[in-house]
């Protein structure tokens, strides 16, 4: 039986990740410090024999008994109001935390996988983005210490492979969502939904001309998992190439949750990237993935769970 360690295993895309790799027959071990992530994402596994969670800050140095053949770094603080309320976690983790989570595929001899983001291209000046396009942040901005940290990331990840041939593997992950979201996650998707189910003013930023690539959880889950299993040692993106205003986002969330709300534009953020658009022809061709479920479709499995959450 191979072993796999997850950390940020209780974060949302995390204990989606453990829910598969326990469907595909892995021990899970699952680490997290719980500073973003909720033990409610993975009560339903505690009793499983196949699962174990330690509670840990990966930013400290790991230590692990047991053979493992799998690393999968997805701790990490993942929204902007996370990433400025722990700036400092944030880089930690981005740097610490990965060179410790590096060190154990280092020891165990096991495939170490990064969760990178669609954020290290910045405000991007291509669009759609490519893997080799170098991206354009602001380090010293407010969103830089989610930004360089994941860049750092990469930039370490890769220098183990080269220097200590460690299989590596860096998915781009662009705007992920689906249940077990926090509901005072920050993120667009989140915040749309909390405030059209309450009937409160849904806050979109700018003129909400601004674009993003929303991508289900269950369609990300499966490109982490052909990612893992490639032999791609290099980043690839994965996401929904179908590109979205946030406005037109706003107004399917109001119609699908019937709510009597409106819209209320507020200042945009700093930094705030105007596009984001993958360009996934890499895990077209290389993994045969693309996402599947419709955007409403998931939109409307994610709209139940928050109302299962807003009573």
């Excluded at 770094?73 to 929204?79: D, L, N, Q, V």
Aim: proline share 5%.
């Amino acid at each position: 039986m191979k072993r796999i360690l997850i950390t940020g295993g209780a974060g949302f895309i995390g204990s989606h990740l453990c829910d598969r790799m326990i469907k595909e027959g892995f021990e899970v071990v699952c680490m997290d410090n719980l500073i973003t992530g909720s033990k409610d994402n993975i009560r339903h596994l505690l009793e499983n024999k196949l699962f174990s969670f330690v509670n840990h800050d990966v930013s400290n140095f790991i230590k692990i008994d047991r053979p493992v053949d799998y690393v999968l770094h997805f701790a990490s603080p993942a929204s902007p109001v996370d990433y400025l309320n722990y700036p400092i976690q944030t880089l930690k983790v981005g740097s610490l935390g990965t060179h410790n989570a590096l060190g154990v595929a280092k020891e165990k001899k096991a495939v170490f996988m990064l969760a990178s983001t669609s954020e290290v291209y910045g405000d991007p000046k291509e669009h759609p983005q490519k893997e080799d396009y170098w991206g354009n942040v602001n380090c010293v901005g407010p969103r830089g210490v989610y930004d360089e940290a994941k860049r750092f990331a990469e930039a370490i990840t890769m220098a183990y492979h080269k220097v200590h041939k460690l299989e590596t593997r860096i998915i781009r992950i662009f705007n992920c969502f689906g249940p077990r979201m926090r509901i005072d996650d920050g993120r667009a998707i989140p915040n749309f939904i909390s405030q059209a189910i309450k009937e409160e003013p849904v806050t979109v930023y700018g003129s909400g001309s601004q674009t993003r690539s929303f991508c289900y959880i269950e369609d990300m889950v499966n490109g982490i998992f052909k990612l893992m299993m490639s032999n791609f040692n290099k980043p690839v993106n994965v996401g929904n190439p179908g590109e979205m205003s946030l406005m037109a986002m706003a107004e399917v969330i109001i119609k699908l949750t019937n709510s009597k709300t409106k819209i209320v534009l507020k200042p945009l953020p700093v930094d705030d990237p105007k596009v984001r658009c993958p360009n996934i022809d890499k895990a077209r061709k290389g993994l045969g993935w693309e996402a599947k479920v419709d955007v409403e479709q998931g939109l409307e499995k994610t709209i139940e769970y928050f109302k299962q959450k807003i009573k």
